[in-house]
């Protein structure tokens, strides 16, 4: 799984500062795995930061109605 994909149109100013790979949760059959990019712009602390996830759940199941109305 790579990292989360975002428009370079909303990343102007921004900068890569760290990504990260790894897995929150695993229990038995069931496993979620977290890739995320933080991204900061320079200034003055407190300094401004966003980040993005992608999360892979394993195993994949049918969209769950509940989840996807958020």
Not at 43 to 66: D, K
């Amino acid at each position: 799984m790579g990292p989360p994909s975002l428009p370079r149109t909303h990343l102007d100013g921004w900068r890569r500062v760290a990504e990260t790979v790894e897995r929150p949760f695993d229990a038995g059959p069931v496993s979620v795995e977290a890739h995320t990019v933080r991204y900061e712009r320079d200034g003055p602390p407190p300094r401004p930061f966003v980040f993005a996830s992608r999360l892979r759940i394993r195993p994949e199941t049918a969209p769950n109605a509940a989840l996807t109305r958020l």
